[in-house]
């Protein structure tokens, strides 16, 4: 069964530090979401991609945050520096929604996310 | 106040029973609604989504949408010790594709 893959799976770092995060949609999927979620929170979107143009980008720190997707496949979320507020669980997910797809629907299919812990 | 609402829990109930979670929201816009289960560090999953009012049963789990009091509710028949994870109401609409999702319910099913 096709899934979203995410690496790393665990990131420990000092504040002022970057990290860097990837992930790979599932074969086929234009949409590309990240979100962030805190601990005890549900999953806040950072940046949402239709395949390599960024579509919605109103939430994300662009201060520290960037988001890229060049070829329109697979996605780097990087943060610069890191602060302690960060620590997080880094989500990406993917679908198959399309502008003019049929289908008012389409499923957001969930990577197993990076926890990230700043320090 | 958030755009949606949801009790964190945790709620904690025995094998057998009937579960019943729920969510309100602001937003009228929205017009699919979605329930998500995580277990510990994992990601969501989706469980069941609705389009607009009423009701949609599969298995044992059946989810509520009433938008006149924009409030949505999903219920587990028959819980199970595996159905203990983390339940998260979902919503998106309003031309806007990504999903606003509640803090989540954490529920624990007792053997």
């Known amino acids: 069964e096709a899934e979203v893959a995410q690496s790393p799976r665990y990131k420990i770092t000092e504040k002022s530090q970057a990290v860097a995060f990837w992930c790979d949609p599932i074969s086929g999927h234009a949409t590309l979401y990240w979100y962030r979620q805190i601990l005890g929170q549900g999953p806040e979107l950072l940046v949402q991609?239709?395949?390599?143009?960024?579509?919605?980008d109103s939430q994300l720190p662009k201060d520290r945050f960037s988001a890229e997707r060049l070829k329109g496949v697979d996605s780097t979320l990087k943060i610069q520096p890191a602060e302690l507020g960060d620590s997080a669980m880094y989500l990406c997910?993917?679908?198959?929604?399309?502008?003019?797809?049929?289908?008012?629907?389409?499923?957001?299919?969930f990577g197993p996310g990076t926890r990230l812990t700043v320090l | 106040q958030k755009e949606v609402e949801q009790d964190p829990g945790p709620l904690s109930v025995p094998e057998g029973a009937i579960v019943s979670l729920n969510c309100t929201y602001s937003?009228?816009?929205?017009?699919?609604f979605m329930w998500y289960r995580q277990y510990s560090r994992k990601g969501p999953e989706l469980l069941m989504y609705?389009?607009?009012?009423g009701n949609k049963e599969d298995g044992r789990f059946t989810a509520q949408v009433d938008k006149s009091s924009k409030y949505i509710s999903l219920f587990i028949r028959d819980s199970q010790p595996s159905d203990s994870a983390t339940y998260l109401c979902?919503?998106?609409?309003?031309?806007?594709?990504?999903?606003?999702f509640g803090k989540g319910t954490h529920l624990i099913i007792q053997p």
């Open positions: 997910a993917s679908s198959l929604a399309r502008p003019g797809l049929a289908g008012p629907y389409n499923e957001q299919f």
């Open positions: 937003n009228s816009a929205f017009q699919y």
């Open positions: 979902a919503m998106r609409g309003g031309g806007a594709d990504g999903l606003t």
């Open positions: 609705t389009y607009s009012s």
């Open positions: 991609f239709q395949d390599e143009s960024v579509v919605d």
